[in-house]
């Protein structure tokens, strides 16, 4: 039987602290509710006496969300906690954080006090929020950096004064695994009333051992992991709930298991992105874009043979639909082939070495091949049954300029051109293919599929338009966005059935 592992997200607290990626009202409570599908235990929604912002997102997150707990962070100070307790007035289930410094550094330099001050304002705080609230969880902020036998006084009298949470946290993120995991073990040891409460971690990214000191912890008793969705936060971030989740799902020898529904990670990874428009890196465990591709020609010929020669997690539990076999130049021709049979294009291995051989050619000068490349290398081209087709674009854009484009076109073997100007360089070169295609056609639906591989990546335009009362779907892709558009509007056109 697996001890029940609880998630505390801080994605709306210590996560938003990242400068720049502070949400709003809606926004955060968009966030809780992605939260509380995925399936956390607490969230801590604010620290409601730093801003007015802060306390009415407290009070809308404890609305929104049913079950998840829904905690306030204070300092161990009485205003703090009154704050804090009328945020929380409508959470169904409610904590108070606080806590205060305990390492040798912030009590003389942060707090020019001493040891035995310092646990009775960690125990007056404690006190004063259980009169208000069942669960109090209290931090011992740098933790890390404490020595074990002080941190252990401390916790044993915030658990006697009826805390039933206890985060230890790495703040400065200094600690080795070894050291944090021996911090918990230790205090697991030596509390002699630890058996009522949960040891909590809370660890820093500062040197990129988050994820390893928070296992390191749970490994040697710790029951609540405080994390951030993408390991965002303060300076270097915090530990990745997403890495959590999946190291202790793929560890059948990790006696703990999680609430969280991991098929929902990729999704709320994506929309915490979006809305702290802080992207996520490419090489990022779990949900990083790279994290399911394959570049390399062995590791490729692996995966085609057997998913698990090189991949210890299934894309699809954690919301991703596939691995992706990306064609580069150090690309196999089992990858080539494999791409050229989803596109339903078989051929003989005579064939696949000509084919492979251009393809070489192509992707020593292409960051990346896209299917089209590889069905005009097959002798497949896309365009060849087109009655429309794009001869040249040239469009002239920019600050103070009103944009102009010149378009030529191949009409049954025939060059047409036509110039016109625009609101802009898209409507510009729609308007003068507009000239040449003299039909009454309205534009619909116009989606520019977001760019996400690099400036100079595919950018991928989905249209809808109407001719003679039918809608006409269109698709577009190049990387150049207006090109793309043309294309997309050409396709459409090119599917009209004209009398």
């Known amino acids: 039987m697996k001890d029940r592992l609880f998630v505390f997200d801080t994605t709306l607290r210590d996560g938003e602290q990242v400068p720049g990626c502070q949400l709003n009202k809606v926004e955060k409570i968009q966030v809780a509710r992605g939260l509380e599908a995925l399936g956390v235990d607490v969230i801590e929604a604010g620290f409601p006496v730093s801003s007015p912002g802060d306390f009415e997102s407290v009070i809308e997150i404890s609305k929104a969300v049913t079950w998840p707990t829904i905690c306030a962070l204070t300092r161990a100070v009485k205003g703090d906690i009154d704050v804090a307790v ?14 205060i410094g305990t390492s040798p550094t912030h009590i003389k330099y942060k707090f020019n006090s001493n040891q035995d ?16 609230v069942d669960e109090v969880e209290f931090y011992a902020e740098d933790a890390g950096r404490t020595d074990n036998a002080y941190l252990a006084k401390v916790v044993q009298a915030v658990i006697a004064a009826g805390a039933s949470v206890i985060n230890i946290p790495d703040t400065t993120g200094y600690c080795l695994p070894s050291q944090y995991g021996d911090k918990i073990r230790f205090l697991m040891e030596h509390v002699e009333n630890m058996d009522q409460a949960i040891l909590s971690t809370h660890c820093h990214n500062d040197l990129g051992m988050a994820t390893a000191n928070t296992m390191a912890g749970v490994q040697n008793g710790a029951r609540q992991v405080e994390c951030t969705i993408n390991g965002i936060g303060e300076r270097a971030g915090n530990t990745a709930l997403e890495e959590i989740a999946m190291i202790c799902k793929s560890h059948e020898s990790i006696a703990v298991e999680t609430n969280i529904n991991t098929r929902k990670i990729y999704p709320i990874s994506r929309m915490v992105s979006s809305l702290m428009n802080m992207p996520v890196q490419a090489n990022k465990a779990i949900v990083g874009r790279n994290a399911f591709s394959h570049s390399s020609g062995i590791h490729q010929d692996g995966v085609l043979k057997n998913i698990q020669t090189y991949e210890i997690i299934n894309p699809e539990d954690v919301g991703i639909a596939e691995n992706h076999i990306l064609l580069t130049a150090r690309s196999g021709r089992a990858a080539l082939k494999h791409r050229l049979e989803m596109n339903d294009i078989h051929l003989k291995q005579p064939e696949l070495d000509k084919v492979y051989e251009e393809f070489l050619v192509l992707a020593d000068k292409k960051k990346s091949i896209t299917d089209d490349d590889i069905m005009i290398l097959a002798g497949k081209d896309l365009n060849r049954k087109q009655r429309i087709k794009l001869d040249f674009l040239q469009v002239t854009s920019g600050v103070g300029v009103k944009p102009v484009a010149c378009l030529g076109l191949l009409i049954a073997g025939e060059k047409f051109e036509a110039a016109a100007s625009g609101n ?76």
């Open 86 to 99: 009328e945020s929380l007035k409508f959470a169904k289930r409610k904590r108070i954080h606080t806590g």
């Open 424 to 499: 802009g360089p898209i409507d510009a070169a729609i308007s003068a293919l507009k000239k040449i295609v003299c039909r009454e056609m309205e534009l619909k639906e116009f989606t520019i599929q977001s760019i996400d591989q690099g400036s100079n990546d595919m950018g991928k335009v989905h249209m809808q338009v109407e001719y003679e009362k039918k809608v006409y779907y269109g698709f577009g892709a190049n990387t150049d966005i207006v090109g793309a558009s043309v294309e997309a509007y050409l396709d459409c056109i090119n599917k009209f059935k004209i009398n």
């Open 117 to 132: 001050e310092i646990i009775e304002r960690a125990v007056a705080a404690v006190k004063y929020a259980r009169r208000f």
